[in-house]
């Protein structure tokens, strides 16, 4: 509902080619469907340019599969549902052929037409313990379109892993970095690349870690300027924040 | 010194035009010049795009002097330094001519050749006392070379403010959101538009605000995908990363 | 015991036809009954207009039932059990016929009577995860004698769906808001309307959300005024302020 | 900008009468004036029934003379500026004349016209050093058109000198609570009235008091139904709430 | 090992009667047993007038029953055992005849002996949820020689329970208070004896409550003087406190 | 008002030489004088064996004269300020003649009649920094009544000099422990004794002790029994509690 | 690839013994191996004298026995695995001879070759609910090579077990203190030695304890110098950094 | 007062030259001077190796002085007193000539005898505003008798700086690591060497770095193995330790 959507509109009703009441219906009919637990925001796809994405935690199976089989029909590109555990996956295969489920990053796919492929995104992880949330966001940039190269287990301990990669990061147009514990993976890649850098503080440690504030206030911290942060093993926010970061630079060329 | 360079520089070893201790020396002796007090990084604007930042705060007066010259003798892009106060500033200028100073935003600015202008930024904050951190933004952007637009004072409890100014939401490519108290400003912004959002949350408040930690926490839970978040009162981080994103889409045009 | 009463006692005492010592008993005695484990307050519904409210957790089933019991048969309004699972429901159904479970809710209501019908109160949550919560409040407030309308699954990341609704909330008396992440709405809804706001922060959500804390101080903090909070996941509490709001206005006419 | 005067807008389009530019005109112009720092939110009066409110901790004197002086001349209610320094208010009333402040609660108020009377508002606190705050709620609601009763320096550790006064908590209509220290003042109050209670926790105390957080917690855990919860020291958010509750049972009548 | 015995001791030595390796053997063997995982103290009973108390938590059954057996043979007074499960008071009762196991308040008691009968301290809780916290205080004094009386579930949302109880409250020689929730009680109870009161917050509530965390701060901030705080969910340190505290009265008389 | 009086006043009515009127007035006029802001409560006297004790942090001058004054004409017994500054004293002092002043406590004392003299209470502190609290405790301790024995900068970290003092601690009857940074004296002293031990966290410190919680949370966690724990920095309160306890004793003999 | 190493390699560079290219591969294929989900740090045994240790808390059992395995044969000194549970050590055996493993201490080991026995290293803690940790400290430290004492069950309580010892303390070269609650003992112990004390937190208590913040605090603010703090439960943490102390001074000899 | 005093002593007791009221006082008299307000503990430089440290901070100019005085009269070696502003210093070097004052570091030194100089300690700082902490450990180390090396403004934004300087890191015994903001600086200085680190977080930052605890749980939660921890801003703490750990090695030579 933009400004010449808006714009035709009043010269139809001007043009007594809508009436004041079907004029007065769209302003308030909003593109979303209500499930009654849930209302589906269709407009979000023209909005934001990717579906609503179901986050899985805290919803029964039912309302999972309701809501994928709602956006299944009524869009048209990936879909995206993140937290799910397998039965809820076999569930929602059931209805909707095709869908396909990610073991380690917890999520379910349904790919549909053909995939594009903007410029790279780098994910980089610290420690082997990250992975679950590292794959997290991997898969959900690359559903969204993006090309993924994955750069794992390169905790600054032995940093000798990562300067020897040096050239892996300087080919990426964005940077995600996973890392629990300190988190001490972001400021030292933020300090190397010249491009914009997703943190993403995981869970993983133990003690004085408090379930990923250790990594997340080192994060919000860093020495190195340049570096954006998402919530503790947010790793589906960096992925989608780093999509919508690379496609900026697509949609120029 | 990257991948080239050091192809280089091993072939003049090989060739027998560089000793063996000159080749040992080179790999010691990276770029950056020694201060005693402070070791200047002059190799960070090959390497980031932008000279090295100074944040004042903690710094006396003459060493903001002294990193301050010696960045404009060997650098050549504008400078910039932050958390600055006047007295400061009016040491600066004694020495380096040009330099200027913005009250609200508490930075210093050395402008030199000529400026370039990449896309829009849009920065938006929700109250009149969120202004100085959304200005520290603003002017690191505008330095770095982007042009900025602002939009102030659009807070939530009056969200008419904001949603007539969808135009301007919708044309920027990197949006900066600055809010305190519960900081909800950057899930309102970060649902209406399909840019990256740099939100920023700031220390205004009191009470249960807990120094900024109201808006911070906020941010980090955004139910809008799509949001990084940067330090409490981090203008300068956010305008440094959103000029990165910035300059990311332009460098591929 | 109020000032009536205790003049028409004192009255009684001068006119001797209560003795001293009954007197003393009287003003000793206060009206509740020793269950041993629990002082049931009979005097409650007298003083505060509804019975006292049974809050399973950290009881035993069968101190439940007793209480539940107690009040059924000492009481003559509804009764209202909150955080109750299913066994329990199932124990006190078995004493106390006529006794309903809502599942979602996790509450056990006893209806007696007709049922008053005040003005309308509105339950807005934001995701479907906060259902729960939202249930809680509803039915409590219908328990108590209220109307209840529902809004559901209205985040402000997709701020139409809450818009395109701004009658039903401009219709409320009392508008409570129920959301988990970075609890939002509250603020939003807050500077929509005119009536009283109850925010209940859920602990929905992971991470930096740290059980609600986020949504909990966005709440606290928020910048649209004449919003009062109750503690996390408290559906319950809000529902009984609501009511004794409306209640209020009601008393009125 | 309800749905009656949409409607009429649409006709007007339809018949001829209003030009498509104008009416998009109207629905981009929502009703607020922008200073450049601050956007004067017009429509808040008919939208909530009380002008904005000027919150003046982290403006300038400038800005809020500049904010005063807009909405003094816009709107016709009687106007509110909180958490004003004197000298702040020196500068206001040169300006704007007839403003009064308010030392102890530490506002400025403009009264003009004729003043409502709403029924009566309790305010009741716990402490001598509460009474900033508590003074701040009192004069919010009076500001705002109700009648205000103060009960003050009545904390728990000598309750009789509570309890002698249960006459006065009777005949409120909304009881404000101000405490700081363990904040054990809202709970027994709310266990003795059927009247919503709206607690304000005060940053007195010291120690593991931590700024007020303790007098929080302890009111949003109240054992006692029907209390809500502002934010540490925000008299002026509880008078407001109560207003808009006390004002909800007179609409009624 | 106090002056007396050392002035003996070294009277001994000199005399010719106590060699110096025996001397110096008798300073370094302190009386404690080490079972290799344990030096129990059995100075204990004599420096403190109670033998040690086991905390079984994050102990084996084989450890407690050890120790429990160990303490049984060596010392001559009640023993009490906390936090033990049911299956580790079978196992300890399979070797220590007469042990006694109370569910509520979880710990194991052996009495022996004839029992002191000190004055009465008095353990006031707030709820039902209360009461395996103040079941553990209870038991505790009781072990340790004090008459206890008890005063359950009078919170303070219905204070004339409490206020019916004066008489008893002023009767005990130390009172008790154990509360969860808003820890309210502590402060009211405080007001109105002129004995040592012993606050026990507990883990009982939601949300805000933060595992206690809310009591305890307002415990600690408790407007009544002469409040004395132990830790969340403390009973036995709270029975222990007291008893030393009625032991002192009784040790005067 | 206790309970002989209210029979004996029943009776009054009974006998017709008391009307209802006045009884019923009676009731409600508990003994305390209200100057507006401050309702003196004169009961507490009897209540509680010591006048109220005036907190002069966040009450004025003015207010803190008038206080104290109105307890120096209504009371009998020694009277105490705490957390007062010279010049308030100054205005005490003019007013209130005899009225003393000790620097390091910041208290005044006013001291009438013939000073009670309890068996010893001993305040022992970790270091020179802690003693402005230590010193509040044992001067409180002292005006009521007790007296105070004082070991003084024996931390833990040269335990030997708490150590050569075991006869002082075993001649206490209750001791006070005051100590900021670890507070781990409150243990080994606690272990030492077999007296109640009040354990008085200070803000000694810095850095990770975040204003004295680093000792607050060691002294909750105390692993010797019988630990009691006031606030923060809160000398005052341990000096009062220890008084209650020493007097509990006393009035036993 | 220290200078000497390097220097040799240019130097072949030199002298055409090796290639610009094979130079360049040496550069960038520091010596680890990738296995996918990790990449083993071989190069560690070199730099820090101890391979990488295996920390299998949030790692499958197929990774940690690949890694196990990967370890085993390409480094030769002793192995470390530590949060492992008995499972995971069934599955490593099976592939790894030899390894064995240790119940309190949750730890794999696989010892090679003749064992180095540098001086003492003692491992004190507080009670018995700390050995886990207190275990894992002292396996950690055997396993590199070092002679460990245990001196177990020493809690401040009864500080007259600790002080006996006194001869076990200042025979150590290195003192680990391993105690949760209020962790007082790392206090004493630091006081009493003049060696390198490493205190470790233990996560045992409850209620205030907060998961072992209480002890970590207590410990970062030690009056007593020379205090060195590790992780909360980091047993492990504390044993390396023991040896590497240890080592330092056998090196020298 | 070790083994071989204690046998002596008896041994002359047994022998009469000792009187049992001799022995007992010697048990006693510890060796400590009472100055009143402080015990100073002269025994603490035969039991550690280093007189007592002064803390200055809470303490008078008076008392720094009197304890500065004690102990120069009554020990031999280096004294130090830290956080002392220079009016301290100039009250103490009035009385105490040849007292040092170091500006940056805000100590008080006082050199005696020829200095000791162990083996090499590297003071590693992450930036400029860090210089304070590291100049105060740098200085405790040299007055403890150890060679100091310096290595400042390294911080991991720019790593080269780090790299460039492995030689300085491998040659050192013990490297002490001061770093605010995110602390990243110790895991990664902890990777590249195999001695012995101290990590020191200090308070530089602003935000979400609360103090300096960001830093403090980033070192804590370190994944490099082998990092001691010290409180934040504990520069003398770190020196101390390091001093500790250096004269072990040296002890043994």
Redesign the interface.
Known sequence: ???RS??EL??A??A?NVS?EA??AT????P?N?L????I?H??EV???FP??I?C???TTE?IVSIFRELAEKSTGNLLATRAKRQVYEAVVAKVAGAEYHDLARVIVLRRGEQRRL?SILVVS????D?PVAEEAAITAEVMGNRVERL??????????L??QR?KL?AA??VIVVAG????L???V???????V?AV?T????????????????????????????????G??AG??AS???R??????
């Not at 009654?36 to 209302?39: E, L, N, P, V």
Request: proline content about 2%; overall charge negative.
């Open positions: 509902m933009n400004e808006l714009r009043l010269g009703v001007q007594g004041v004029a007065l302003f308030k009919d909003f979303y209500d009654g637990f849930a209302k925001d407009h979000r909005r934001q340019g609503e994405v986050y935690a805290g919803k309302q410029g610290a420690g082997t313990s992975l794992y287990d390169t905790g600054v301990a032995g940093i000798h892993r300067l020897s050239d300087r147009r964005v514990m300190e988190g001490a972001a400021s030292v933020g300090g190397l690349v010249d491009k914009p997703i503080p869970s993983v440690g133990y003690g004085a870690n408090f379930g990923g504030l250790a990594a997340l206030l080192a994060m919000l911290n860093s020495c190195a300027s340049g570096v954006g942060v998402v919530n503790i093993d947010n589906f926010g989608y924040l919508s970061i690379n900026l630079g697509e949609a120029e060329t």
